[in-house]
């Protein structure tokens, strides 16, 4: 599991829950950050904050390469 | 004459003068007569041979006619040898025959005889000689006696002649000099009058002069004492010398000097002699330069007068720099006479203290320079206060130029001074007002100017708390600190020593005596112990009528206020209000731009509302996301205590985060104060960018700060400061919200050469408007909503840090904004 949001309290505190249930997932600041990263293996779910530093989620969405295989999900905070 | 005559017949009478024959002459003449004799003879005898015995006796006659008696009998002789040896026999030789012997006698005789008359003819031509010679002698002595007779005779002649003139000289110089001589017999009553003294009686020449005459003519005032002193004079026979008046018959009077010394004649009798002189033009002279010196006096009098009366201080003084005369209203200034002040050692020793070195090269100056310029001085009057004099004097030239007099004027300025000082020190205290200094140093300012003005005071300032009617330390420069601390905070009331007081009356209250005035009973002991003996308060009142605080006067001994120290309170007060009035508005003028800087930040951060909640939000959303999965590490058989603990310890630094936004939002939100604080220039960056984070992410706007290292801390209110960063960056957000390419902030702190803080904050947004300084105004918005107050308010915050604001459009897009702040601490803040 993959989610980009930018507040690292948040994200780690997410991340921190994720774990409490035994989900691994990966985390990034910025949309960026995401697109240039070497994965390891195809994210099951990707959670995006629809407010992000450089993109907006959606348009994230929009641009994403996975865009057919991903499941998506909507940052309510 | 007649012996003249005489004498030229005698030496006519050629037949009977021949001269008298060197006697050699008359022997030889004797020898060669009868050597002549002898051979006439032989050569007779030879040839005629006869004897001539006749040649001999004419050869004796003639040695005696012409040598005498002796030469005449050496012929005799001679002749007889002659003759006995060439002519009697036997010849040639001298032996004589008897017969002879006749002849010879016979010749001998001859030849005596013939000698003898020839002698005889001799002597009688030789006394009648002598006779002639005497006789010339005579006539020589005779001419000389007449010579004589006649130089005496021209010598004679030549005195009377100088004897004449002197005699005229004397008349005349009697006639001119106006001075008759006379003498007078006492015993035989004879006078002697010379011409001038018939002049000056005005008597005829052909009068005979007597006393009685004299005492006609003399003045019937001075009848009595001429005639006393005349009759003294004959009895005492001492020499006299007196005045007296004549009046002469046509009505002039007369006055004569007589001097007269007495004599004493060969009878024993007395004789005076004397001069008698006319002075009556003297006499003139004399009583008109008596009156005219009796005008001089009247006129230096009235000099004198003018100079005393006059209501100015005038001074003479002499070349070498002595002062000889200051007029009496200066000597009643000094409290002293003449003689006093110069025992003092003269006008030096009243001038003050410090103005003695400067007056006196300035005196040098003056006199070698022969010009005197203005100059001021204090002197100290009677009662030993110094008051200002202005000093000027003009130099006296005589006619060759020289210096003789220095005249000068010294007028009292005290007042002008006085003046001069106060308006001052009034300009001194309002350019400190107007300055913005604090109000403390003003008023300390004040204090000291009042003690300065008013000598030997001690002054105060207290200002009244409106809220507690108690009055709290103003300014007291000279008070001693306990007092000040004592008093510190006194209630006003009707009887609060003067401050307290006055404050309550709101009129002057003037204690002339501490020790026994009624309103000085609860702080009596407090103001005696420090040596206070008289205080007088006057209220400071506001353009209101509103009472502000008290001025007071205190003194070390008991005196009550002059007219000027009235004037001078009224004016301090006067300027105290000022002081204190500027400030409270100055405050309230702050204080509105607070509280407008406030509500523009409440507006603003109204605005933020979205942003905000969301940046609180996050810290809580992780607090409880943390807290949630605490709990699940807890739940089941086997909890996790370890991740259990680190979402804990993660949940409550979210939970204290989240605080911490609150309570930066809160200080926003809050009323700011005035106060100042050392503030960190990059820290209020920093927390603005915090709290804006989330502003500029919705606008997908990133943040690029370069914050300087080091930078020094600046006096300020970092809450305004904020307000300052807020307004600009959320200005550039609005300026790139509608701009399609790169959106990007840029921060920039440093520190520039002149110890000032500059700051820029850049954008990439839509730019400056054309009239880009009117973006600073007040109400000026290029926003759909703006108030138009976020840069006004900004610009004027930094202002009051003593900063400036302005803005630059970019080269490329949009606009930087710079702030430069000054690090350095204002003295007067």
Redesign the interface.
Known sequence: MVFVIDDAAVRRSIQGLLKSVGLRSDSFGTAQEFLTSERTDGPSCLVLDIRLPDLNGLDFQRQCPLNAASQMGKDSL | LKHLTVDNEISKSGLLWWPKPPVLLRYGMAVLSVIAALVIARLLDIYLVTAPVALFLCAIMFSAWFGGVKPGLLAVVLSLLAFVYYFVTPLYSLALEMKEVPRLIIFVLSALFVGALSAAQRRATESLRDARDDLSRTVQELRRTNEALQAENAERRHAEDALGRSEAYLSEAQRISLTGSFGWSVVSGEIYWSEETYRIFQYDRTTKPTVELVLQRVHPEDAAFVRQTNERASQDGKDFDFEYRLLMPDGFVKHVHVVAQALSDEAGGIEFVGAVMDVTEQRQAKAALEKAFDEIKKSEERLRLVLDTIPGMVWSGLPDGTFDFVNQPWLTYLGCSWEELSARGGLRSVVHPDDVEGSDARWKETRAAGRHTDHELRMRRADGQYHWFLTRALPLHDEQGNIVRWYGTATDIEDRKRAEMLLGGEKRLLEMIARGDSLALILDALCRFVEELAGGCLSSILLLDPNTNCLRHGAAPSLPTKYTEAIDGSVIGPSVGSCGTAAHRREPVIVSDIATDPLWADYRELALAHGLQACWSTPILSSERKVLGTFAIYYREPRSPSPQEHELTAQITHLTSIAIERRQREEVLHQAQADLAHVSRVTTMGELTASLA?EV???I???V??A??CV??LAGDTP?IQ?AR??AI??A??GT?AAEIISRIRLLFQKGTTERELVDINEVIREIIVLLR?EA??Y?I?VRTELGTELPELIGDSVQLQQVFMNLVLNGIDAMKDVDDKREMFIKSQLAEDKQLLISISDTGCGLPPQAEQIFEAFFTTKLHGTGMGLSISRSIVESHGGRLWADGNTGRGATFHIALSTVVEAHE
Do not use: F, I, V, Y
Request: cysteine-free; proline content about 4%.
């Open positions: 969301h939000n996050q810290p959303t992780a607090a996301t943390n949630n999965t699940r590490w996790n991740e680190d979402a993660r949940s630094k979210d985060r989330s992410t919705r997908s990133s």
